[in-house]
C-alpha cells in the first residue's frame, strides 16, 4: 500500500492571484530539503502538497519529520491512498488505519468529498468507513463528539486518501516570500529565537556574528554556527559572516570611559551590521533585544545604537519576557546549545556600572577619542562566510 504525506498549507490560500509565487516557492523549498530522505515527487492542488516516495528507498518517516519543519505548511497527515471505489476505501481501512487506532478505546470516522462527482455522499463514505475499521477492531466505541481519534478519508481529483489526523507543521509563510533581513546572532537564547520569528513570516535571513579572538573561542564560533544550523531547518539556509573586533575592543577599552563600553560597542556592531546588510542585500537587520532585559536594551540606550543606521531594526522578542523567549527556544530546539557555557564578546570587558541612561551627546564625545572608521573598516575587512543549512552542504566556505 502506498503511504503519502499531505501537507497542509494555511495563510498562502488568501494570497488571491500572488498565490501561485507562494505555492511555487514552498515547492522548490520542499524539494531541496527532502533530497535528504530519498526520491519524492512534490505536486500540489487543492491547498495541499502531496508528497509521494518514488522509491523503495525514499524515507517516508525522515520525509515527515522534515515537512513539519518547513516554513508555510500548517499541518501534515500521512495518509494512505486508495483507489477511488468505496471497496477498495474500505479495504485500504482495515489494513492501513489499525497501527494508529491500537491502543485507543472510541473514535469517529469523517469525510471529505471535494470531488462532488464521487457517488457516494460523504456521511454515507464516513459510516461505510467506520464499519470497515470496527470489523477489524471490534472491540473499538463510535464516539461522535469527544473521540480518542478521528479517521478521515478525502475523496479528492484523482486518488481517495485514509488518515489517522494530521500533526501541526511549522506555519509562517514559505522562505523567500518575504525579503531578505540580516540577524545580528549572537551565542545567547535570544537572538536564534528573533532570527526564527522573522524567518516564520518568509523572510531569507542572513547573520551577522561578532567574535573577538583569542578572548573568544572557537568553540563559540561553532556554538553559534550550529544555533544557525539549528533555525534553518525551518527556513532552508542562513549565511553566517563572522567580523572579528578585537582590535576595536581593544582599543575602546584604553580610550574610552569604561561606563560607555558597550554601547560604543554596540554602536561599532549596528555600522557593521548594516554594511553586512548592503553587501548581502538585506534590507532591514534583526536582533533579540528586549526592552529592559540589560543596560544597553533600556529605551534611551536602544536610541543611542539605532541613530548610528538608517535601515530599519527588526527586534521581534522586544516585548517579551525572559520565559517566554525562552519557552520559543525550547521550542524550535536552540535551547539546549544557547545554554552552552562560551564567551561573547559583548561579555568581554564589561563595564562594571554601564549606563542605563545615555545622553547622545556624551556617547557622541566619546566617540571623538578613537579612530573608530579606521577600526572599522579593519573589521570589515575581516570578513569570511560559513554556510549554515538544512540540505546537508553545511560549513560550505562561500563568498558573498
Ligand atoms: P541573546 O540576546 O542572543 O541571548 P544576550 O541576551 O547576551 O544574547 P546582548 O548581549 O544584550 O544579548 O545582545 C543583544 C543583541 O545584540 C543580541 O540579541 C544580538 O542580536 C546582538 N548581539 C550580541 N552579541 C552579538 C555578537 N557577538 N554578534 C552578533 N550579534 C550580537
Ligand atoms: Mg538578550
Redesign the pocket.
Known amino acids: 500500500m502506498k503511504e503519502i504525506l499531505l501537507c497542509k498549507y494555511g495563510e498562502l490560500t488568501l494570497k488571491g492571484l500572488n498565490r501561485g509565487f507562494f505555492e511555487k516557492l514552498l515547492e522548490r523549498e520542499l524539494k531541496k530539503r527532502l533530497r535528504l530522505a530519498g526520491n519524492f515527487s512534490i505536486t500540489h492542488a487543492q491547498s495541499t502538497v502531496y508528497v509521494e516516495p518514488l522509491d523503495d528507498d525514499a524515507d517516508i518517516e525522515e520525509a515527515f519529520r522534515l515537512c513539519r519543519k518547513v516554513f508555510g505548511i500548517t499541518a501534515v497527515a500521512r495518509a494512505a491512498e486508495a483507489e477511488k471505489e468505496i471497496e477498495a476505501i474500505k479495504q485500504t481501512a482495515r489494513v492501513y488505519l489499525p497501527p494508529y487506532l491500537r491502543g485507543k478505546t472510541t473514535f469517529r470516522a469523517d469525510a471529505r468529498r471535494s470531488d462532488k462527482r464521487f457517488p457516494i455522499t460523504s456521511p454515507q463514505i464516513a459510516a461505510e468507513v467506520g464499519g470497515a475499521v470496527l470489523s477489524v477492531m471490534p472491540g473499538l466505541k463510535v464516539d461522535l463528539s469527544r473521540p480518542d481519534i478521528t479517521v478521515m478519508t478525502e475523496i479528492r481529483e484523482s486518488k481517495a486518501y485514509l488518515h489517522a489526523g494530521s500533526f501541526p507543521g511549522a506555519g509562517g509563510m514559505p522562505t523567500g516570500s518575504g525579503g531578505k533581513a540580516l540577524l ?3 551565542g ?4 536564534p529565537v ?1 532570527g526564527y520569528m522573522i524567518a516564520k513570516r518568509g523572510v531569507i535571513v542572513d547573520a ?4 573577538s579572538y583569542p578572548y573568544t573561542s572557537e568553540q563559540a564560533r561553532d556554538k553559534v554556527i550550529e544555533l544557525a544550523r539549528e533555525v534553518a531547518e525551518y527556513c532552508g539556509r542562513i549565511r553566517v559572516h563572522i567580523i572579528s573586533l578585537t582590535k576595536l575592543q581593544e582599543t575602546l577599552r584604553v580610550s574610552c570611559d569604561e561606563e560607555y563600553f558597550t554601547l560604543l560597542l554596540r554602536r561599532s ?1 549596528m555600522r557593521l551590521a548594516e554594511r553586512t546588510a548592503v553587501l548581502c542585500r538585506a534590507q532591514a537587520l534583526i ?3 528586549s526592552l529592559a ?2 543596560a ?2 533600556t529605551m534611551q540606550a536602544l536610541c543611542v545604537t539605532d541613530s548610528v543606521v538608517s535601515c530599519p531594526i527588526f527586534r521581534p522578542c522586544i516585548g517579551m519576557d525572559k520565559e517566554e523567549i525562552v519557552a520559543v527556544a525550547r521550542r524550535i530546539g536552540t535551547f539546549d546549545t544557547s545554554i552552552l557555557p562560551y564567551e ?3 561579555t568581554v570587558f564589561t563595564p562594571r556600572h554601564p549606563k542605563t541612561r545615555p545622553e547622545l551627546s556624551k556617547v557622541a564625545e566619546q566617540e571623538t577619542r578613537f579612530d573608530w572608521q579606521a577600526l572599522e573598516e579593519e573589521a570589515f575587512a575581516s570578513l569570511y562566510t560559513i554556510d549554515a543549512d538544512a540540505y546537508g552542504e553545511t560549513g560550505a566556505g562561500s563568498s558573498l
Open positions: 545580528l546572532l549572537s545567547g537564547i535570544d537572538s528573533a551577522v556574528h561578532f567574535e556592531m536582533t533579540g533585544e532585559q540589560v544597553s536594551q561573547d564578546c559583548c
